[in-house]
């Protein structure tokens, strides 16, 4: 099984991470942050990625902290369970229909962390988070893995609907990339024989 682990503890945070990319989409999930925890829940679910995800932040000051570890965490539990990434699909890509809304996300586990957003809120808060934190959570997921990752809002108005479209369109692009291709027959996918740089 390609699973990963991550404790991390800085004086703003202290977080557990499990992973197994080889799961059923089975969570448990506690960031002190509601939405947060509703977000990466869909990630799981709709990724088939088991996550446990145990924050404890510093919320008394913002939410920053915790929403900026959790994926930096998260993120580095995905790359240990991913190895050399011999035999993935590597690229992944989805739109995410969700009622008035759609989003589209593509991204390439390519070891070269890049980010694109092209994507936004039109309030300042989903639940008690504060919008302008889910950009900042998806760069440092990027940059944690090592993907090119592109998020594009297509069309839509309702910030719930918004926020849960991507998360579920990232969710089923990382499904496809994750996922051991047989044909490849175990070999990194890439003519230079290794992902990054």
Not at 26 to 45: K, N, P, W
Not at 107 to 134: C, H, K
Not at 174 to 188: F, H, L, S, T, Y
Request: charged share 20%; proline share 2%.
């Amino acid at each position: 099984m390609r699973t990963g682990r991550i404790e991390r503890k800085t004086s703003e945070t202290a977080i557990l991470v499990e992973v197994n990319l080889d799961g059923t989409g089975a969570y448990d999930v506690s960031t002190g942050i509601g939405f947060l925890d509703h977000m990466v829940e869909q990630f799981s679910r709709h990724s088939l990625i088991d996550i446990t995800l145990k924050v404890d932040g510093d919320l008394h000051v913002d939410q920053h902290h915790t929403t900026e570890d959790s994926a930096i965490a998260l993120g580095q539990a995905i790359s240990q369970a991913l190895g050399d990434r011999a035999g993935i699909g590597r690229y992944g890509q989805a739109y995410s229909p969700m009622d008035e809304t759609l989003a589209r996300v593509a991204l390439d586990i390519s070891g070269r962390p890049y980010f694109v957003w092209n994507a936004g809120f039109t309030q300042e808060r989903l639940g008690e988070m504060d919008t302008e934190l889910f950009e900042h959570w998806f760069a440092s997921m990027a940059q944690a893995v090592g993907i090119t990752l592109h998020i594009e809002l297509l069309y839509g108005s309702n910030n719930h609907h918004i926020c849960e479209g991507i998360y579920k369109g990232f969710a089923r692009a990382m499904r496809q990339a994750v996922e051991i291709d047989p044909r490849k027959g175990g070999a990194v996918p890439s003519t230079k024989g290794q992902l990054g740089g």
